[in-house]
């Protein structure tokens, strides 16, 4: 089954595709889904959006594209393997990296869930079976990988794991969601662990996390399977939690 990917609208900028903002994280910036571009469309087009291009063998998958460098980076899957495709702004497949198995079987709603996260030349994502890769995209090599799940004493949720990675300076978070290593800072060069956070002892849930200023404070936020928490982004120590009903 193909996945038909409508990769860019002229309904979204009025201004020349290289000279769009750099996105590299999911949901934008802060991870909002604000957008600081300018120029934008006021109105739809009576006739409905312009197609300026499109790809139909991407694979399938549930991720969202992430820009940089000048270059549309998005994940897919073909047969068990997940694939990062890099496309040129004017929709020209320049690579197809493999990563790694991802979610294939039918009844697991098969294909990557994570988009990928930009930084610099490296590219991370995290597969629906937990396995956590920092990519060079320039020489196509792994510098690294981690198992959420044997490495962090963490475990896999019904429809597979979900979450998208967020960077922070050298710091890259993420949720194994572990009764030890619930959530969790690596050091995004090399994947070493800087600190780990009990939180509540929560599974992951289908959530990424954010960065919040709140009172002086800055925090990582997430939402796990049972409580939403707050932590100390240099220490990882549990700042406050909220319950919430399945």
């Known amino acids: ?6 990769a860019l609208l002229a309904t979204l900028l009025l201004t020349e595709l290289s000279h769009a903002q ?6 934008g910036p802060d991870r909002d889904g604000k957008y600081p571009d300018k120029g934008l469309l006021t109105e739809w087009p009576e006739s409905g959006p312009t197609l300026k291009w499109s790809y139909e063998t991407l694979g399938k998958g549930f991720t969202s594209p ?3 460098n000048n270059q549309l980076y998005i994940t897919g899957l073909e047969g068990e393997n997940g ?3 890099l496309f040129s702004l004017d929709g020209q497949l320049k690579k197809k990296i493999l990563y790694g198995s991802d979610i294939f079987a039918p009844s697991g709603f098969p294909g990557p869930r994570s988009s990928p996260t930009i930084d610099g030349a490296y590219c991370y994502v995290v597969s629906g079976f937990g396995k956590l890769y920092c990519i060079d995209t320039e020489n196509e090599k792994t510098i690294w990988t981690k198992d959420l799940f044997s490495d962090f004493d963490g475990s896999n949720i019904r429809f597979s794991f979900t979450e998208n990675i967020l960077i922070d300076g050298d710091k890259l978070f993420i949720s194994p969601g572990g009764k030890k290593n619930n959530i969790v800072a690596l050091n995004k060069k090399t994947g070493d662990l ?5 939180g509540k002892g929560d599974l992951s849930a289908y959530c990424s996390p954010i960065l919040v200023n709140h009172n002086g404070k800055r925090m990582l ?3 796990m399977g049972q409580n939403v928490v707050g932590l100390d982004v240099n220490s990882g120590n549990l700042l406050w939690s909220y319950p ?3």
């Open 1 to 6: 089954m193909k996945r038909i990917f409508f």
């Open 22 to 27: 750099i996105i590299n994280f999911w949901r």
């Open 66 to 68: 992430s820009i940089a």
């Open 83 to 85: 694939y990062i495709h």
């Open 194 to 198: 800087i600190w780990s956070s009990e």
């Open 221 to 223: 936020i997430n939402m």
């Open 244 to 246: 919430y009903a399945n």
